[in-house]
Nanobody, 115 residues
């Protein structure tokens, strides 16, 4: 399984970005009911949980720090998970990683929010 994250970049505070993560080598069906999620790691800090979504896309979970600003979604037919990030703040600056079932990890995409 390989995960390819994209969509990171430089944005001003208050702006928005949409991250995407495409998973190859796996098919999300009734035999592979994996949750997917996003973590992030800021410079000099530990990796932290951002958001997760269940296989069906109905159940979601967010870190308190992003609740109300970020929205996670997925498209199983396209093997892709998304993270819509609105009202970005400088504290959101980090490398964002996607995961499948907390087992498979992508290479990360850098998000930089300027003040």
């Amino acid at each position: 399984v390989q995960l390819q994250a994209s969509g990171g970049g430089l944005v001003q505070a208050g702006g928005s970005l949409r991250l995407s993560c495409f998973a190859s080598g796996i098919t999300f069906d009734t035999r592979n009911q994996y949750a997917m999620g996003w973590f992030r790691q800021a410079p000099g800090k530990d990796r932290e949980f951002v958001a997760a979504i269940g296989w069906s896309g109905i159940s979601t979970l967010y870190a308190d720090s992003v609740k109300g600003r970020f929205t996670i979604s997925r498209n199983n037919a396209e093997n892709t998970v998304y993270l819509q990030m609105n009202s970005l703040i400088p504290e959101d600056t980090a490398v964002y990683y996607c995961d499948v079932g907390a087992t498979y990890w992508g290479q990360g995409t850098l998000v930089t929010v300027s003040s």
